[in-house]
């Protein structure tokens, strides 16, 4: 894992939710990391959240692989992307990726059964302007309610189910408050909710370093 910047500052009540860490020096830092190839909009810049978009995915993958090597292996990931502003297609850099993360979030654990997802995911719905995914699961909602919910390709029939799943502790103490309902439920004692060592934007940056390009 790559290391972070000590935190001296806290947001959020996480824990180690970001710092404020020399940040000037940070987003002059141009070390290599990578290159994302997006599609140019009509004014010559890609969006950081379009081209992020294309690392959602295999980001996904990468932190269940990163998870399962730190001895807590999950059903799934439950996360989205980051960006903010325009950024042209092209090299990414240390400063981009603080800028597109510039929160420091670990990664919790906890269990949620069937009908608790389909109602994360109904919930997040409300959000207009999120993308973020529950990996590897498809879920069908009616009036809120599951009626269909496939893992890996492999249809669920008991919504009692537990499943372990990953969350960002931003989202996972409400995502500024548009997640409430997700909150409540890894506060129950059920959930078994369990911090992490992972971190996301560590997490990012070792995808770029690992795939080079995108």
């Known amino acids: 894992m790559i290391a972070c910047p ?19 020096q940070l987003t002059t830092d141009h070390s290599y990391f990578g290159c994302v190839y997006a599609v140019r909009a009509k004014n ?3 969006s950081a959240l379009g081209a992020l978009k294309e690392v959602v995915k295999p980001l996904l993958e990468d932190i269940n692989s990163q998870i399962a090597r730190a001895g807590e292996p999950v059903d799934g990931v439950f ?10 297609p092209g090299p990414v850099t240390v400063a981009d990726c603080w800028q ?3 929160y420091e979030n670990l990664l919790v654990v906890a269990e949620l059964n069937g009908e608790e997802l389909g109602q994360v995911v109904a919930e997040d719905a409300g959000d207009r302007k999120s993308d973020r995914t529950l990996w590897p699961f498809e879920i069908t909602l009616a009036g809120g309610k599951v009626t269909r919910l496939v893992l890996a390709g492999k249809e669920v029939r008991d919504l009692q189910r537990r499943f372990r ?7 996972a103490q409400s ?14 004692t059920d959930a078994k909710r369990r911090l992490t060592a ?17």
């Open 44 to 46: 010559g810049t890609a």
């Open 175 to 188: 995502g500024g408050k548009r997640l409430l309902r997700l909150r409540e439920i890894l506060a129950q």
């Open 79 to 88: 996360h989205g992307t980051f960006g903010s502003g325009d950024v042209a």
């Open 6 to 24: 000590k935190a001296v500052g806290h947001r959020f009540y996480d824990p180690v939710d970001v710092q404020t860490y020399q940040v000037e």
């Open 165 to 171: 799943i990953a969350f960002n502790t931003y989202d």
């Open 198 to 214: 992972i971190d996301t934007r560590g997490a990012l940056l070792e995808y770029l370093l690992e795939k080079g390009n995108l």
């Open 100 to 102: 597109w993360i510039p």
